[in-house]
């Protein structure tokens, strides 16, 4: 009796000081924010770039929060959508160290909240007609500046985290970056030409709508071809088909880089929209017509064929001329998911386009974010021009993903170690006495390699951002006969993304894409699948032998009507016929056992998927339950 009283004494004991033990190690872990992320997409992970961004906070900043709470408004998706943008959010204010500040707000109508959100440039969207509108934004403010993102939508989940971070980073750093644009082509638009015009000729043309994009959101330079120094103010350069560039301005490209500059080149093998390149439009007519960053590429290990376009059967657009495989109508499967620059880019035209090839140099890495297909093969620049068809009949695969636009990051070195290029010197005329010797060049004072990290974006053809290609143009029905520009495809978009990106924060290109939440069962997806196919070939079989007895029945049958016997059957026909209608007839029910069984099958698999979640985890508790009785139940003997 009292060894009886002992044990349930002890018992009681141990129950309350497990109790204590798990009340106090839930203080000591609140009080030391530690966490483990121990979700499949990383979900309470925050990407290295962002905790640099966080790192730099010496100022508060407010994020307001607007979402509506209602529980007949919102629905399900978007409600469980905005628990998860609200527990990221709990996540910035974690790594802030108190310098974040979190204000959730519901707008009803006609509330303060309403106002605020109205203020705050968030947009309300009405889901039907006639319904209240839903609110699912925020604003991010630190001191007189503001960014608001107004529709948080589930569809770029995969770039929340960098929507925030670009937010954060924009209220601190709010002057507008400048942006240098150095191009042979006219990007800046043409003046007109009396010449031209009395030929009956267009004389000029407007800005490329990409320019003007640009100019809405940065300080636009134009940086001259033949300059030997990029402006000190300029931060992020846009060279657009350096076509003809000399040494001294890839130095200064070098130079600008490796003192912290961020550069983007698109390149070309063939540029069709080059002006220059021949007439109307004809390149090869009048000189090459590609462009290439030689020697910057060669000290970044990079490799540009500007002999080679690259054609991809999987990817053949129907152009004026018919179908030509050297004009991409890439898709998503074409972009990188993984990286947040490509994560929700789509319908790209990539036009007589090159790929990018080698192993960057050491310090260097390469991300590459735009691809072909496997079924690709580079071509003749001329045969790509007038050969659609013939490319495609002669068509031999190289089975290899090729690279059509590369992100470089980390600490460039020089191309030009002996240092600036030295400008040649004509020799003297005939009669003309050879110049004195000048006094010995100042030591070399230019720079070796860059201080810190920077990143580089390569695109092998620049005429996807041309007009022509880009965007579409119409009238304007009720602006006075006004040009109307709309995009054609996700050209600009990708353009526009890749300058903003390289603008910003350095840290931001270290942004991570989030992967969705909503992640689908591939496991019994396969399972299903795997169990499909074990009946699959059975079924395809009994299809077959159908369809050739139904044929062949249908053969017998119109054979009546030859040689006039229409109602006239031998007893060879009547005994074929009978015997067709009878393997008709069993085939079919075969049919229908295997699909039976192939749908109990799945549902057997379901089942059992269905018990395993559950009553496993009860059973592996009750397991270790006995386990550890039996275990004690052992030590008490033993004593």
Not at 195 to 215: A, I
Not at 456 to 481: K, T
Request: glycine share 8%; hydrophobic share 40%.
């Amino acid at each position: 009796m009292k060894k009886g009283l002992e044990t349930y004494l002890y018992s009681a004991v141990g129950i309350v000081a497990m109790i204590v033990i798990l009340v106090a190690i839930n203080i000591i872990a609140g009080r030391a924010k530690a966490r483990i992320d121990l979700t499949a997409e990383r979900a309470y992970t925050l990407s290295p770039g962002t905790r640099a961004i966080l790192a730099k906070l010496d100022t508060p900043i407010q994020i307001r929060f607007y979402s509506t709470r209602g529980d007949n408004q919102m629905p399900v998706m978007l409600k469980t959508y905005a628990q998860r943008v609200e527990d990221l959010l709990g996540e910035y204010r974690q790594a802030s160290k108190g310098q974040i500040e979190i204000q959730k707000l519901d707008p009803l109508p006609d509330s303060d909240a309403e106002d605020s959100a109205k203020l705050d440039g968030i947009e309300g969207q009405s889901l039907q007609l006639g319904s209240e509108p839903i609110y699912l934004g925020l604003s991010v403010s630190m001191l007189d500046q503001k960014e608001a993102i107004p529709f948080l939508s589930p569809d770029r989940e995969r770039l929340l985290e960098y929507d925030l971070s670009r937010a954060i980073s924009r209220v601190m750093t709010p002057e507008k970056p400048i942006v240098g644009v150095m191009s042979s082509l006219p990007v800046t638009g043409a003046q007109m030409n009396p010449m031209m015009m009395q030929m009956g000729r267009r004389g000029g043309s407007p800005p490329w709508v990409f320019l003007s994009e640009l100019q809405r959101d940065f300080t636009v330079q134009t940086v001259e071809m033949t300059v030997d120094k990029i402006p000190d103010e300029v931060k992020t350069l846009i060279v657009i088909h350096p076509k003809g560039i000399t040494d001294a301005a890839q130095y200064a490209i070098d130079q600008f880089l490796l003192r912290g500059g961020k550069l983007m080149a698109f390149l070309d093998p063939l540029s069709v929209l080059d002006p220059q390149a021949g007439q109307m439009g004809m390149p090869g007519m009048s000189g090459p017509s590609g462009s290439s960053l030689e020697k910057l590429l060669k000290a970044w290990g990079i490799g540009f064929d500007q002999t080679k376009v690259v054609a991809d059967l999987a990817y053949v657009a129907q152009t004026q001329r018919g179908r030509a495989p050297t004009a991409l109508a890439l898709t998503e499967a074409a972009m990188n998911k993984d990286d947040v620059l490509t994560a929700n880019a789509d319908n790209l035209f990539y036009v007589f386009g090159g790929a990018f090839t080698g192993t960057p140099a050491e310090g260097l890495k390469q991300t590459v974010l735009i691809k072909s297909s496997l079924n690709s093969q580079l071509v003749d620049p001329m045969a790509a021009q007038f050969g659609g068809e013939q490319i495609i009949s002669d068509f031999v695969s190289s089975n290899t993903e090729q690279a059509l636009a590369v992100r470089l990051t980390g600490k460039f070195k020089t191309a030009f170690p002996e240092g600036k290029p030295k400008a040649a010197t004509p020799p003297p005329a005939e009669g003309e006495k050879p110049e004195e010797k000048k006094p010995d060049a100042p030591a070399d004072q230019s720079l070796k390699e860059s201080a810190q990290e920077s990143a580089v974006i390569l695109v092998g053809d620049c005429d996807m951002i041309q007009d022509q290609i880009a965007v579409r143009e119409a009238m304007n029905p009720f602006g006075g006969g006004q040009r109307m520009v709309m995009p054609a495809n996700g050209n600009l978009a990708f353009a526009q993304g890749a300058a903003e990106q390289l603008t910003g924060d350095n840290n931001l290109i270290a942004v991570r894409g989030r992967a969705s939440r909503e992640r689908p069962f591939t496991v019994v997806k396969q399972m299903q699948a795997d169990a499909e196919s074990n009946y699959r070939s059975k079924i395809k079989e009994l299809e077959t032998s159908l369809a050739d007895a139904q044929r062949k029945l249908t053969e017998l049958q119109q054979s009546k009507g030859e040689g006039g016997q229409q109602f006239i059957l031998s007893p060879e026909q009547q005994q074929e016929i009978a015997n067709f209608r009878k393997k008709e007839g069993e085939v079919k029910q075969q049919l229908k056992q295997e699909r039976k069984k192939l749908r109990a099958s799945i549902d057997a698999l379901e089942n059992r998927i269905k018990w395993l979640n559950i009553a496993g985890m009860p059973a592996l508790v009750a397991v270790a339950g006995l386990g550890l009785a039996m275990v004690r139940h052992k030590r008490r003997a033993a004593r």
